[in-house]
């Protein structure tokens, strides 16, 4: 039987055992160099330079805080502390601004509110004359101020009221007005109960005598004026009707703080009658 069929093909099992270790160390030359080139790139990145930390100070809610940070802006320092903000709030400097050492950062709280309160309403005064009053020469009836309902706006600023204004009023009680009966005053040929020797200065009306907040209105209600003179209630009472020497009759109707005991301030319309009058010891008669 042949044998040429069987015969093993040493040249085909040579070429095959020779290819094999020659490519394992090809890849391998290949992988050596693909990490070393990958290794000089990344050796040619430059490191991230870390960020600079900086201190700085934060205002809040009136309290102060010494804040080390490395944010950028003012807004994520904010965040970085856990400060919320509202709508309305007021940050110095803006949210924007880059962060530098020692900034000063200041969170203004900013709120609105409407209140609805009840206020008083200012009652009048009308003023009468009645001759057959004798015994009293002023009367007054008292009244009562009235009520109104108020809406009142505002704006607040860490607290404190910056902006209101009042946005509605509705009067719901109305106020009674202050009623002032004028007696008849007395001649000069009427008898006194009570005659009294006392320093006599004069005033006007004016801011000039009694200040900035004068009315031009007496303790009892009356206008000042001629006629009206200022009197220490414990010696004359007021609403008293008086004639005073050199000035005329007159109604006890005002009190000063310097008119003490047996002093009195008489009134004119006009401030160059007061100066004129000057100071001078005087007779009083408290009439009937």
């Not at 391998?28 to 490191?47: E, G, R, Y």
Request: charged share 20%.
């Amino acid at each position: 039987m042949s044998q040429r069929g069987s015969r093993p093909n040493r040249a085909l099992t040579t070429d095959a055992t020779h290819w094999w270790p020659d490519n394992r160390i090809s890849l391998t030359l290949v992988c050596i160099l693909t990490i070393a080139s990958t290794l000089c790139v990344l050796a040619q990145i430059p490191s991230p330079t870390p960020m600079p930390t900086r201190q700085v100070v934060v205002r809040v809610d009136g309290h102060e805080r010494q804040v080390t940070t490395m944010k950028s802006t003012v807004q994520t320092v904010l965040h970085q502390e856990g400060i919320a903000l509202s709508d309305h709030d007021l940050i110095e400097p803006a949210l924007t601004t880059p962060v530098t050492e020692k900034m000063a950062i200041t969170v203004h709280r900013v709120t609105y509110e409407v209140l609805r309160e009840r206020t008083a309403v200012p009652q009048s005064t009308v003023e009468r004359f009645d001759r057959r009053m004798t015994v009293r020469p002023v009367e007054i009836h008292p009244g009562r101020p009235g009520v109104a309902l108020t809406t009142r706006c505002q704006w607040k600023k860490d607290g404190e009221v910056a902006v209101q204004w009042v946005s509605s009023r509705q009067v719901i009680v109305p106020p009674v007005p202050r009623v002032v009966i004028r007696g008849k005053l007395a001649s000069r040929g009427i008898t006194g109960r009570r005659v009294l020797q006392v320093v006599a200065t004069a005033y006007d009306p004016g801011p000039g005598s009694c200040g900035a907040s004068a009315t031009g209105h007496t303790a009892i209600g009356l206008h000042a004026g001629r006629g009206i003179v200022a009197v220490d209630p414990h010696v004359i009472p007021l609403g008293s009707r008086v004639y005073v020497e050199g000035y005329g009759a007159a109604i006890a109707a005002d009190v000063g703080s310097a008119i003490k005991g047996h002093r009195i301030d008489v009134c004119f319309p006009t401030r160059g009658e007061a100066l004129q009058w000057g100071r001078r010891q005087i007779t009083v008669v408290v009439l009937e």
